[in-house]
């Protein structure tokens, strides 16, 4: 069983910047794709960004030109730096590994990690 762990997350000001870390607990970033989601409170979860196996990086439009995605190495961590801050982006962050994207598309894989929470404040 896969265990993925983020970390990383806090209570910013906006415009500031913050990296979340996603570990694993074994070769999964180089077996699959992976995807960070967050999920807002009253709101779905939604996708924001990910990376193929092979280490593309893909991005939701609405957090392009923000977020960068990057893996240490071929085991990672995976990490997601957020820049410029906004209040909207506050919600709790989470890692899914184990899926595969088609084109621009992430379908989840059965990884998921417990979430990490970012606050940010006006």
């Known amino acids: 069983q896969v265990q993925l762990v983020e970390s990383g997350g806090g209570l910013v000001q906006a415009g500031e910047s913050l990296t979340l870390s996603c570990a694993a607990s074994?070769?999964?970033?180089?077996?699959?794709?992976m995807g960070w989601y967050r999920q807002a409170p009253g709101k779905e979860r939604e996708w924001v960004a990910g990376?193929?196996?092979?280490?593309?990086?893909k991005y939701a439009d609405s957090v392009k030109g923000r977020f960068t995605i990057s893996r240490a190495g071929t085991y990672g961590p995976v990490y997601l730096r957020i820049s410029r801050l906004k209040p909207e982006d506050t919600a709790v962050y989470y890692c899914?590994?184990?899926?595969?994207?088609?084109?621009?598309?992430?379908?989840?894989?059965?990884?998921w990690g417990q979430g990490t929470q970012v606050t940010v404040s006006s």
């Open positions: 899914n590994a184990g899926g595969s994207y088609y084109v621009d598309t992430f379908f989840a894989g059965d990884y």
């Open positions: 074994d070769n999964i970033f180089i077996r699959s794709d």
């Open positions: 990376m193929k196996s092979l280490g593309t990086p």
